[in-house]
């Protein structure tokens, strides 16, 4: 052992690993995407808002079969506006019901854009409408809608092909061959997540492409020629630095104090429970526990994406704990509103209660406006401060797992070298925390703001990628026997103490309990 140490310590720096190490390549991959687009933007070489491909489509009977709903939420939307003496926004609402009326799209999408002129939730409800109607199933085949997909995916599989060739042993040509296919899948994964059905129901690309790749895997089996582009580490891991840069630190206290406390309260107690309910009464791995505990404590799929690359775990826990985020967040966002407006539950701590327990995003934006304006606003202030702790969690999580793989090297010899620990320690979370601080400190905020939308649809891109090649990965009874179901025990049990101890949090923190009632409105 004494001469393996000696070997070791005359050993230098192996330069080599900056390009032929996949986290090394991922943070070169994400840095190079963001320079693009900043270089892009700062020179104006190209019109950003041109780029992003859009996949959102509605069709005829999808938006005649909303409009009664639509007009029972225009409806107190007047009520409220004649009590206030506001006649301009009694008029438009009335316009957009008239519209609506006719059932023409695009009439319904001009009286719907006007609506949202005057702010509100008024503005709110417009939006939701004018976005159905707007999304012609038509526009998403459009030669320039295609030829985006088509330009992002070229750029995709130069740099990602560039970086497999430094990193060396990869099939390039099968790889080359292999990518448009995965990319075209992925492609399709979104389209279908982009119909206004699953969009209503907050079921994002991940489950479709993980559900394709399945079906794919699971019946004609994928071929040999397609293996090399099936990378789903090498996808993610670039996904996650581009990630960084959408988490910014000056928007934790843009979120507000209150959120921020709620935030970190929730974090911390129902990670710590569910990781101990699921290791120590269910007997479920390490692994399987942290990805459980980051998607049920902090904002679902985001976190478990996050926590998946920061302890390195099996890409197929990744796809079981973000089916159940989504199938749990579902009911949720229907009875939840059901029980705040039953029992008499102020708006603003209903909608704390719905932002600290829902793990999608969307679903609290969908769930909040079932309440109220005030509900939604103080629904996604909380989710957004749980959402900026993704980026503490990952640290602290890639830190305790480094030191925890050191300890089971050792065998209980001596304590690892900082030297050891370092190579141990995944270098994308490092690209992800600089992607933040850059973007959080040293840019503008102009540019921030500019290249926001494109680098989320980059970022997008590679998960997309790297669900679909879970899914083609995967077979459905490896999935189905996962540790006998203890898992989705621990989540829901886990989500179970969650909305208890998130509905207490919300009335001491928002009810007027230990704080006043924060103005939001």
């Known amino acids: 052992r004494e001469v393996k140490l000696m070997e070791e310590k005359k050993k230098g720096i192996d330069w080599s690993n900056l390009w032929k190490n996949e986290d090394w390549l991922a943070v070169w991959i994400g840095f190079i995407l963001i320079a693009l687009v900043i270089v892009a933007h700062q020179g104006k070489l190209i019109d950003l808002k041109k780029v992003t491909p859009s996949f959102k489509w509605a069709t005829d009977g999808q938006i005649e079969s909303r409009i009664d709903s639509w007009n029972k939420a225009i409806d107190p939307l007047i009520k409220d506006a004649e009590a ?38 008024p503005a709110a409800v417009a939006k939701e409408i004018g976005g159905h109607t707007k999304a012609v199933p ?36 099968k790889f080359i061959i292999g990518f448009p296919i995965v990319f075209i899948l992925a492609w399709l994964s979104r389209f279908i997540a982009g119909n206004a059905l699953p969009t209503d ?44 840069a959408g988490i910014l630190f000056f928007e934790i206290m843009q979120g507000g104090a209150l959120g921020l406390i709620q935030g970190i309260l929730v974090v911390a107690v129902i990670w710590y429970f569910c990781f101990w309910f699921a290791t120590k009464v ?127 090297g050792a065998a209980g010899a001596e304590k690892p070298s900082a030297r050891v620990i370092w190579e141990r320690f995944p270098k994308f979370v490092l690209g992800f925390l600089v992607a933040s601080a850059v973007f959080s400190f040293l840019l503008h905020i102009d540019t921030v703001s500019a290249t926001k939308s494109l680098l989320g649809e980059l970022r997008t891109w590679w998960f997309a990628l790297a669900f679909m090649s879970i899914g083609l990965e995967t077979r459905f009874l490896d999935m189905a026997k996962m540790e006998g179901g203890r898992p989705a025990a621990a989540f829901i049990v886990a989500q179970a103490v969650n909305v208890v101890w998130t509905l207490i949090l919300a009335y001491l923190l928002f009810g007027g309990i230990i704080f006043p009632v924060p103005d939001i409105r």
């Open 84 to 121: 206030k003496g506001e006649h301009g926004t009694v008029n438009r609402l009335q316009a957009l019901k008239e519209a609506l009326a006719k059932k023409d799209r695009k009439e319904i999408a001009s009286a719907a854009e006007k609506v949202q002129r005057i702010g509100g939730l």
């Open 138 to 173: 038509d526009k998403v085949f459009t030669a320039d809608n295609i030829t985006r997909a088509v330009k992002i995916g070229v750029v995709y599989l130069i740099i990602a092909t560039i970086g497999l060739k430094l990193f060396g042993g990869v099939p390039l040509g």
């Open 201 to 244: 129901y907050g079921f994002e690309y991940v489950v479709f492409a993980l559900i394709i790749g399945l079906l794919i895997s699971n019946t004609v089996g994928i071929p040999e020629w397609l293996k090399p582009a099936v990378r789903t580490e090498y996808y993610i891991k670039s996904g996650l630095v581009i990630l960084g």
């Open 282 to 408: 269910l007997k479920v791995d390490d692994d399987f526990a942290a990805l459980l505990s980051s998607g049920v404590s902090i904002c679902g799929v985001s976190a478990a994406i996050a926590t998946c690359g920061a302890i390195q775990a099996d890409k197929k826990k990744l796809s079981y704990v973000t089916g159940l985020v989504l199938i749990v967040a579902v009911p949720m966002m229907v009875i939840m509103p059901w029980i705040i407006k039953a029992s008499g539950m102020p708006e603003i701590v209903g909608g704390a209660w719905i932002g600290g327990t829902l793990d999608t995003s969307g679903s609290v934006v969908a769930a909040g406006a079932l309440v109220g304006e005030a509900a939604m606003k103080t629904g996604v202030i909380v989710k957004f401060s749980q959402n900026v702790l993704i980026g503490v969690a990952a640290f602290i999580l890639s830190i305790a797992w480094t030191l925890k793989a050191c300890k089971a």
